[in-house]
């Protein structure tokens, strides 16, 4: 059945984006007398903080995508539309998609979120150290860890098994240590007894870190625990060291920004790898250049107090895209899904006080601390008020995010995958898509003649 | 740990093919005194019988499909190795794979499976009607479905709109049949609400089959209930017609192969559908076509009574490949997982007979009957001794095929999803993976100009 359709007399309320921010804001305008599109290039929601586990083969795509318009299909005021925005006018008030429409708005929040940026190397380095934001870049990823060990398991040559099993993941943020702490994983447990012609345990999985520290934005006490837990469970972090080039033979570091807790792990050097995975940067989203002003270097578009363009105060920007600043000492509002959501709430808020007539109001940021998960059953929990490592933390981490899923349908799947899993020690998303692996074209390691691999020249074509 | 390596003293059984032929047939073998070498094009069983359920969104990939390498990782005398084979010489009993290489053997069974057929039409409609055979093929699929219905919320056109929410299932076999009674549900169910634009109730779902009834292989009482009850539920079956021509637009349909059960439906006509997918046929994989005895139109290898290849007692072919005969009036054994499974297992207790020094046996296909579901909470069950239709059969076939999986890890995630999904209506795999969807770029129906669409010109690129 139609539903009752949206009323074209209402005040118009586009918002660019259907991730934590833009989801929170449609949420808010549910009940209002206004008529909302929200536009996304994607037909789905993605639970971001989960992602990696479909890199990693822990989870299925579905367990943390949910489709947008099914999540606001109860929201009679709001239509849903897939698309790319390419650009906006706040003077005219146009938003512009890229098959050339446009659309009028009276209010536009703009969240339309962040992507990998690998720090003006786009062109040479996104090809062959993938970075993690959509489903397509978890199931690449996927696809080339578990095609590295298929390859590996059929490799006479012992350096080219070598290069196959070692695992180079690039920044240690967050993102960094869970893919490194799961692809360890793989490696000890989930891979066990699966081949015959090597160990999966002689797997290496280095994680590199530009900065003094991993975990940067962690407090250093747990950092520190982190660190060591990884070491413990066979991951090697190197802290100190930058990343100046990528091929698809591996990865050559220098010394980077200086570090913090005793001797540079490593010196320059190089580092022969199959599989490089990028964790180290976002920048936002390209359509923050097209708002006329000067976005910051991680391409943040800078906003007012109440979370609006400057000079535009009808044009709001939120979540992974705004700049904005918090407390007193040149910090800003991090980019993660609780605060992209009290932002995506507070401008549809401020939306409704200017329907109504009232001034917004300014944007205030609870800081609910963060959460990360290094390897199996250990976690950080870093709060203003609680700091914790390890299993208590890791529950936390679960019921947290269980949690934050129960919008969508997938808490009890992914509750049972999990706890599946931890008793298992299984990865039940270990499905290759395409064939062949990717790593198949790939020249060998710079020290390696095509002859020396042992294997037969390829025959004419039968 | 590594294991124990396989013995290469031991005698060397490769199997192709890790379907459910291939499988079952290194499970008989995993205690004997054989080394075992299983080659793949993919690193992942499927359970193909559930596949249509990846393609029209209900079940995520990874619930039909579990990594051959882990299924057999307590298999220590089997190797598993991700490559295409793309020859075999039994003579010489050399397997010859893509990559050049070449694996002796002193027994093989091929289980190669089978791939979509179009019936001298691959090259012009493999990309227009898509068929069901792997995860990729499923994906595709999915994308298809889900574009149209994102297409249409922003068709202005009526006529055009009309053709993007008409979906086409060529085939009414049990694949074809199951996908028509999921597309109708989606229609009618799933998109409740979803849309503000269009009514998804009004999408057409069109049946086609060229022969005089659906599902020709199930007992005629069985398949005009299906038939009616398809009908009651709203999709449209059309018998008799056959398809002459399928480009991006639609279907060209001309009188098929006569009817038996009233009246033709229609008379030859032009069905415009934006979404027209394949499941009137496939044939046997490429590789039968190398081992030197004509294949039937099929595709398929004809074998002898104990399943090897004439002329050559230590190659055998199984599975939807091998051409069985099975009684007296010319039928053969049918390309169904319970026939593939009693072939694998039959041909590898041949290869130990063969080691152990004893003649091997004919084999003897003992019918299990078949199932179909049509649709929410309808089946059809026909096996020699019962024949039932409805609710009844429907928990049936959800228990067999519960159990069909239990061999994997999947059983309790899809009991789940399907009962959530029977009291929900919603299908969690609603994902599309690239983006723009593929309708973008297809040219308007016939009879619509494309000044008609009622959409603006495309600007030039900003």
Redesign the interface.
Known sequence: ???A??DHAQPHVIIIGGGFAGLAAARKLERERVRVTLID????HLFQPLLYQVATAAL????V???I??LL??HDN???????V??VDPAARVV?L?????LAYDYLIVAAGASNSWFGHDAEWSSVAPGLKT??DA?DIRRRI?GAY??A??EPDEARRRWLLTFVVIGAGPTGVELAGALNEISRHTM????????P?SARVVLIEAGPRILPTFAEKLATKARKRLAKTGVEVKVGLMVTAIDERGVDLAAGKGKGEGERDERPERLDAATVLWAAGVRGAEVGK?LGVETDRGGRVPVTAELALPGHPRTYVVGDLARVAWGDDGDTVPGIAPAAIQMGAHAAENVKRQINGEAPTPFRYRDKGAMATVGRAAALVDTPKLKLFGFLAWLMWVFIHILYLASF??R??VL??WA?AYF?W?R??????????RH?ARPLPPDRAPGDSG?????PP?
């Open positions: 059945m139609l539903r359709m949206p290039r994607r037909n789905h299925a795509a579905p367990d995508a949910a489709p318009r099914r299909r109860r709001t239509t849903v539309i897939l698309g790319a390419v650009g512009r890229e098959d050339g429409s446009e489903i397509d199931f578990l298929e390859e398991e059929r066990r007894q699966n081949f015959r012609n090597f160990d345990t097209t349908r997938n009890v799947v049972f995958e599946w298992s299984n039940p998303g270990r499905i290759i898509l395409e064939r062949p692996p198949g294997r037969p020249a390829d025959p039968a």
